[in-house]
């Protein structure tokens, strides 16, 4: 068998019920469901960083957030960086593929290659890079049709607010992402395989679909968002003014509209990569590319009275994960695994499948084995941390099998526990009940197990210690890759 192409296809911020193939029955997405028909559908996906850049960098590593250095997008922490000895794109490109990265990256600095042997960069407004011009904004300026700007519908990057996208729909960056995706098939040669990672700056707001999006979701009934009775913390009057608020209680249309726009652009990515995928047929390459797609956090859209990412709540940690092997490598499969897969775990399954060696340095699996049903030996469960970024009482660490989910605040030493099996949108928290105790300390026990190794004053004797006033946790992996860096440039 001649070596598969590898096609990535990642979305930014897309929360794990909301495809068909999850059970959401009022979104449509036919091509990301018949892919799912073909592959393996991931039932307990979690991002273990759930914010962009520490989600991206253990997804482009394979390493977990301790090792990568980069715990959250907080105080303290750096960015994605380089001085990685192994990447993703990397070790494909040492094995004979060309490896493209078409959308957003979040490297640092933002032209930096990783592995890649080219990226076409669509990075929303970010500028880290002195006179860096991504790709996508400078196509904008040069079609568009008037005199107006990529921000000139009024939303922020991170704002609650929707509305249709106010250029024409041509210009979209979701539509901008396909069109660069083809044309790299288009040009590529077809005698080398391909890795391909094709990355979407939306559902991320600003939610902004097409108006023939935005109108449908607009008139459809669609979920409410869940409050749980603990809630109430996150009623903040004075937080939730603000136009990119991270909580507080909106009103019932804005989270409708809010919702409608974030929908809308889902299903906008989804019909354009239905064009992708008939291009992948037309070139007879489909029945030969691993797919696998996946998303790096997801989004809480009012649940709980919060917004946006950070959080080991469902909405922002439980990630869509779809596996889709080449069709020689497909039986037997099963067609749901319930994991625990993570992020991690994307490059040592794409590098098996290629048949290449997986580096010491990479902390996730290979999910091959639970595709072929065999999960004796997996993880028994998926460790979660983000650092401070919103408020210091919103920093976590978080534990989850799918069935059960625990998290721990240092900075404000609160526990919450819940039985996902009978609560999986988290409204009953179940750490102060009795008859729940043994659950609670079993959780916990896992979570000193998981921190003792740190050395750095998270635990105590078998107990976990509050950090309040305490100086932000930093990973010292960080420090010691950078270091690594400069020395190579020497």
């Given at each position: 068998m001649k070596k598969p192409n590898i096609m990535l296809i990642m979305t930014d911020q897309q929360r794990f019920d909301t495809l068909g193939c999850y059970g959401n029955r009022v979104i449509e997405t036919p091509n990301l469901d018949w892919l799912a028909s073909e592959g393996t559908v991931f039932s307990n996906a979690y991002s273990c960083t759930p914010s962009c850049v520490p989600a991206r960098t253990t997804l482009n590593t394979g390493m977990d957030p301790w090792n990568t250095g980069v715990l959250g997008t907080g105080r303290g922490q750096g960015k994605m960086g380089r001085g990685f000895k192994h990447t993703?794109?990397?070790?494909?490109?040492?094995h004979g593929y060309h490896t493209q990265g078409i959308g957003k990256m979040?490297?640092?600095?933002q032209r930096a290659l990783n592995g890649f042997h080219h990226t076409i960069l669509d990075e929303s407004d970010r500028v880290e890079t002195p006179g860096f011009v991504s790709d996508y904004n400078a196509w904008f300026e040069r079609n568009k049709t008037g005199d107006y700007g990529r921000t000139d519908h009024g939303?922020?990057?991170?704002?609650?607010?929707?509305?249709?996208?106010?250029?024409?729909e041509y210009l979209h960056p979701i539509n901008w992402t396909i069109n660069e995706s083809m044309r790299f098939l288009e040009r590529r040669d077809p005698d080398v395989p391909f890795f391909l990672k094709v990355s979407f700056s939306r559902p991320h707001s600003p939610y902004d679909p097409a108006q023939f999006y935005f109108d449908l979701y607009r008139n459809k009934e669609l979920p409410e968002p869940v409050v749980g009775g603990w809630a109430h913390k996150n009623d903040v009057p004075d937080d939730a003014a603000k136009p990119d608020a991270w909580r507080g209680k909106r009103s019932a249309d804005e989270i409708r509209r809010a919702r409608a726009g974030y929908y809308g652009l889902?299903?906008?990515i989804d019909q354009q990569l239905g064009r992708l995928f008939m291009l992948?047929?037309?070139q007879g390459a489909w029945d030969n590319t691993l797919i696998i797609f996946t998303s790096d956090h997801g989004d809480m859209l009012g649940d709980h009275h919060l917004w946006r990412k950070t959080y080991a709540y469902e909405g922002s940690a439980h990630i869509p994960f779809i596996v889709r092997l080449p069709?020689?490598?497909r039986a037997p499969a099963v067609k749901r695994a319930p994991g625990p897969v993570c992020l991690q775990d994307v490059m040592p399954t794409m590098l098996e499948t290629a048949g290449i060696a997986i580096p010491?340095?990479?902390?996730?699996?290979?999910?091959?084995?639970?595709?072929?049903?065999?999960?004796?030996?997996?993880?028994?469960f998926v460790h979660g941390e983000h650092s401070t970024c919103y408020s210091e009482e919103q920093e976590m660490q978080y534990l989850t099998d799918g069935g059960w989910k625990y998290i721990w605040f240092p900075r404000i030493d609160r526990e919450q526990l819940f039985d996902l099996t009978a609560d999986p949108m988290e409204c009953l928290d179940l750490s102060e009940d009795p008859a729940y105790r043994s659950d609670l300390l079993l959780w916990r026990e896992r979570l000193v197990q998981e921190l003792e190794p740190r050395k750095l004053g998270l635990t105590d004797g078998g107990r976990l210690v509050g950090q309040a006033g305490k100086p932000f946790i930093v990973s010292p992996h960080y420090g010691v890759r950078m270091e690594n860096w400069k020395q190579m440039l020497q």
């Open positions: 993703l794109a990397g070790e494909l490109a040492k979040n490297f640092s600095p939303l922020d990057w991170n704002s609650w607010m929707s509305r249709p996208f106010h250029a024409p889902i299903h906008q992948l047929k037309k069709k020689a490598l010491d340095t990479v902390d996730g699996r290979s999910v091959l084995p639970l595709i072929r049903g065999e999960s004796v030996g997996w993880r028994a």
